[in-house]
């Protein structure tokens, strides 16, 4: 009979493979920012190299041509969540506590923005730019990302509000609290661990989407994710800048998950699971 270690190695020399196949594209990544370019793709592969980080200081420091682009990320990121939240929580909520005839078609039009492609999107949205004279700007951006953030927030949100009882709200209102004051001290708090689950996946959309500032940037605004596609050019392709910005691209989206991840198991066991 297996002891409880033994049954632990098991489980933990089973899950390796899966590790393997999900963590192996980023370590090779790192090791493709990290090593001399001439030893890229040698056959047979080289493994053993002395590590450089010449690919890291050529795309964030000298020149560091992709230094504005990771700050512009930043702010288009952080204003298009914070932006979202509060149409976002005002909608769930009322979606979420009062009988409204169209919520079932509301919910269903929300979950069709999240379905059709974003390059459906990008004439009509430069039209309405390029008349406001907005494009290039981050503020264009951060306003059509609402077409990703907006419905899945909703959709998120709502679910962390329908797990907080009625009963809650109903004993502030004979207390003496209207509505507002009920959501603002009964409801918010207690679903604040939804807020930060859905603001951390809205940061997360945000922060990867390359359709609608592939179109609606310039130099001067264009985000990380399209200094990525810069160093595919005619003369060749720099794999070794590409790694360098690549991996500097996921490293705050894993940093919020790894700081906030017990807000997401929350999330992923009963508030992401009901529509």
């Known amino acids: 009979m297996r002891t409880p270690i033994q049954q632990k190695l098991l489980v933990y020399l089973a ?5 393997l196949f999900f963590i192996g594209p980023i370590l090779w990544f ?18 053993i190299f ?5 690919a890291f200081e050529y795309t964030f420091l000298e020149p560091g041509n992709n230094r504005n682009q990771l700050l512009n990320s930043v702010i288009v990121s952080s204003g298009a969540t914070l932006l979202s939240l509060p149409f976002s929580v005002s909608a769930a909520y009322a979606l979420s506590r009062f009988q409204l005839r169209a919520k079932r078609f509301l919910m269903l039009w929300y979950i069709s923005l999240l379905m059709a492609p974003p390059i459906v999107f990008l004439i009509p949205y430069f039209v309405v730019m390029a008349r406001l004279g907005w ?11 609402q077409t990703i953030t907006i419905p899945f927030s909703i959709w998120l949100l709502k679910s962390f ?12 209102l004979v207390d003496g609290a209207n509505r507002l004051q009920a959501l603002l001290r009964i ?12 603001s951390m996946f809205a940061f997360v959309f945000s922060w990867n989407n390359t359709v609608f500032p592939l179109v609606l940037s310039n130099q001067r605004t264009a985000t990380l994710p399209l200094g990525t596609l810069s160093y595919f050019a005619t003369t060749g ?5 590409i790694a360098a910005t690549a991996i500097v691209t996921m ?16 999330g992923l066991t009963f508030g992401a699971v009901k529509g």
Do not use: C
């Not at 002395?50 to 010449?54: E, G």
């Not at 392709?237 to 800048?241: C, D, E």
């Open 15 to 19: 899950l390796l493979p899966v590790l």
């Open 30 to 47: 790192l090791a493709l920012a990290l090593r001399p370019p001439e030893t890229a793709f040698t056959v047979p592969p080289q493994f």
């Open 50 to 54: 002395t590590p450089t980080l010449k």
């Open 135 to 145: 494009v290039g700007t981050h503020a264009s951006m951060i306003i059509v990302l």
């Open 161 to 172: 509000f329908d797990e907080v009882p009625d009963e809650l709200e109903e004993a502030a």
């Open 187 to 198: 409801t918010l708090p207690l679903a604040l661990p939804g807020i930060i689950v859905t």
């Open 237 to 241: 392709v720099t794999w070794n800048y």
């Open 251 to 266: 490293i705050p989206p894993m940093i919020i998950f790894l700081l906030l991840g017990r807000y997401i198991v929350r």
